[in-house]
């Protein structure tokens, strides 16, 4: 894979000073074009061999191009902040937005490489990493994004030659770095599993250049030509224009039968017995959430819902046990300027709690298969396609210690009308009453196919949803408390049972 890379291409000053000014004008009118048209961001991976020229080509590229387009970010050691949450974290947080470029350094590929080389991880964990950097970069290419992976190469002797070069120059001795002395020991690992990597990740939506990295001139014309031609044809595709082909509908049920259909709406608690159950189960919720077991973990609980099915007094209830600082409450309501310019995932990933903390979810990311799918703001590909991210992304959030506990608050269709008219007569209720929320019971039959297919297609194992009857509120907001205690309880029960396999070993 690295041999076309290893034969000393070569360009001459007179060749490359006479193309740099046309190549550098054209960089600039596409990035202009790009920022202009903000119809995708572009990141640009760094990855190779030390000394091949990563860092000179990215300082050429901000002196070519307008800089203040260009967000250069480099990811060395975890912080105490991202080691307390999932590993992508960090990386969704540094996302640019449509019109802008990234340039990531030390990004998701040097981790797992690295990782392997000094045998922090073994061969099972990496094949996890690089199907983990395959589909977030599907999602990122699906949701519009345009990818480059470079890949900076020498050989063995090219890489030695330099250092030799460079040892006795002590003019420029100073440039040898302890990643080129140590990369110098490992250098035929460090290119066994950067193949592996390469080859197991190459693909036609976010493919790899390998670049020699021995001459400046070539090296730098080489990327620049490759950004302009993938910038060119990217900004030349028809607006909106959507990739791969319109998938297949869903079934409706032959017989109209939805599992909403199977709930037993008049199940309810009388006065006494839901406050007796209730600060029970809110005394139980709070000393899980001081259990030292909590420091291993964080809580995200997402709530959903018919309109006015009380998922707001559900979490009231759910946070009167809690000492405020530790819970964080988030409404999702429709994406701002700045969220529309990032991947859909990208402002549920800003609010994912560090480890002992607890984050609400007062609507979620599942607006892109209820309300989006249904009011036609998504097109069937990107809402079909997201059951797949929402998977994973949950799974990504369950091993990094997250328990995600997931409620559909169901009503019935008369209880919703009854509750809808009273807000109307109650003054300081009529705040909870919109146009939106009778237009949206005209969709009454559609929302409960969406949340069929939704809970049939996410309702995993890993992030179960649970369904509510929430006709009686009383009897919602004790199953809603009940239910997040289990949760904790069988996750700290798993961490214990882990923690005795790990000391035996």
């Known amino acids: 894979m690295f041999e076309s890379a290893e034969i000393g291409h070569a360009i001459d000053k007179e060749t490359y000073d006479a193309e ?12 202009y074009e790009l920022q202009q048209q903000k119809r995708f961001p572009v990141i640009i991976l760094i990855n190779g061999i030390e000394g091949a020229g990563k860092g000179e080509t990215v300082k050429l590229l901000n002196e070519w191009m307008d800089p203040r387009l260009i967000e250069v970010r480099t990811f060395d050691q975890q912080t105490d902040e991202e080691l307390a949450r999932p590993p992508a974290w960090r990386y969704w947080r ?3 937005a449509k019109g802008r470029m990234g340039i990531f350094f030390g990004n998701w590929y040097s981790q797992m490489l690295q ?31 345009l990818i480059f992976k470079f890949w900076f190469h020498l050989s063995k002797k090219q890489m030695k030659s330099r250092l030799k070069a460079l040892q006795d120059d002590p003019l420029h001795s100073w440039r040898i770095s302890p990643l080129d002395w140590q990369q110098s020991k490992t ?4 290119v066994h599993f950067g193949e592996r990597i390469l080859r197991r990740t190459s693909r036609d939506y976010a493919p790899w250049f390998v670049i020699e990295g021995v001459d400046a001139h070539y090296r730098g014309l080489t990327v620049g030509k490759i950004l302009l031609e993938g910038l060119q044809n990217a900004l030349k595709l028809p607006k909106g224009k959507a990739s791969g082909m319109n998938p297949a509908p869903l079934p409706s049920a ?3 039968m939805s599992l909403l259909n199977s709930l037993d709406m008049s199940l ?19 000393g899980l959430m001081r259990d030292k077991r909590m420091r291993k973990h964080a809580l995200v609980t997402v709530f959903e819902g018919n309109d006015a099915a009380g998922k707001g007094g559900a979490i009231r209830r759910v946070a009167a046990a809690l000492d405020p600082r530790q819970y964080h409450i988030v409404p999702i309501a429709a994406p701002s300027e700045d969220e ?12 994912i709690p560090s480890r002992g903390m607890f984050t609400v979810f007062d609507r979620s990311w599942y607006g892109r298969v209820l309300v989006e799918r249904i009011e036609g703001f998504c097109t069937p590909t990107d809402w079909m396609r997201a ?24 009503i019935d269709k008369q209880t919703q009308l009854e509750r809808f008219q009273a807000r109307e007569e109650i003054p300081f209720k009529r705040f909870k009453i919109t146009e939106d929320d009778w237009r949206n019971r005209e969709k009454w039959d559609d929302y409960r196919a969406a949340v069929g297919d939704m809970v049939d297609r996410t309702s995993t194992e890993i992030a179960p949803w649970t369904l509510v009857e929430a006709n009686d509120k009383r009897w919602a907001r004790v199953k809603v408390l009940r239910t997040i205690n289990l949760a904790l309880e069988e996750a700290f029960d798993k961490s214990d049972k882990h923690d005795k396999k790990d000391k035996k070993k």
């Open 20 to 31: 740099v000014p046309a190549l550098r004008e054209a960089l600039l009118e596409v990035q």
């Open 94 to 96: 540094q996302l640019p």
């Open 115 to 145: 990782g392997r080389v000094h045998g922090e991880i073994k061969d099972a964990r990496l094949d996890q990493a690089i199907a983990g950097a395959e589909r977030l970069e599907k999602m990122l290419c699906d949701e519009g994004a």
């Open 268 to 286: 309810s608690l009388d006065k006494d017995d839901y406050e007796e159950q209730l600060i029970t189960e809110q005394a139980r919720f709070s």
């Open 254 to 256: 032959v017989d109209q």
């Open 187 to 190: 250098y035929d690992k460090f």
């Open 387 to 410: 059951y797949g991210e929402i998977n994973d992304f949950e799974e990504q959030l369950r091993d990094a210690g997250v328990i995600v506990v997931k409620f559909w608050l169901a």
């Open 340 to 351: 529309r310019a990032q991947p859909y995932l990208w402002r549920f990933w800003q609010k």
